[in-house]
């Protein structure tokens, strides 16, 4: 027994309310799509701040990004550590993470040092490790990246 009726009337009704649903499982179906951990990884953006001239500070953020990317895939995020402050001195040619740091950028992570603090100190491009980024201040460099939705973290 079909329990709809078969008027034509309700045949039009049986028609919109298809349409409809089909509709609204399509639109499901593309929200689904946007959240699926293939495409998630625009939203895996994190920014560190190490401020701090101390060799365990730094390799516990390095750990941190490492573990990071492990567990969500080096592709499917976007890492930034930035310097400024005392924590600069880690980025200088003769520091004792240097070689950690290296890796970390050998593994695109972007690390940056902070130019504010590099003048105060009187530090040039020369003195520091190779391939950094560099920003004219570290801490307006943390606020437009969080401004921007990037996960904040200061291990």
Aim: net charge positive; charged share 20%; with cysteine.
């Amino acid at each position: 027994m079909n329990p709809l009726p078969t008027s034509p009337v309700s045949s039009a009704r049986r028609a919109t309310w298809r349409t409809a649903l089909a509709g609204l499982l399509m639109g499901a179906g593309m929200l689904a799509g946007v959240l699926t951990p293939a495409s998630a990884w625009a939203q895996n953006k994190v920014v560190f701040q190490v401020s701090d001239n101390d060799p365990a500070k730094w390799n516990l953020a390095l750990n941190n990004v490492r573990n990071l990317q492990q567990d969500l895939g080096a592709d499917k995020l976007e890492v930034e550590l930035v310097a400024y402050g005392p924590g600069i001195h880690m980025l200088k040619l003769d520091s004792p993470v240097a070689n950690r740091v290296a890796e970390a950028l050998g593994r695109k992570v972007r690390i940056v040092a902070c130019e504010n603090t590099m003048a105060g100190l009187k530090l040039q491009r020369a003195d520091m490790l190779p391939d950094l980024a560099y920003v004219p201040a570290g801490v307006t460099e943390l606020m437009q990246r969080q401004q921007q939705g990037w996960a904040y973290i200061r291990p």
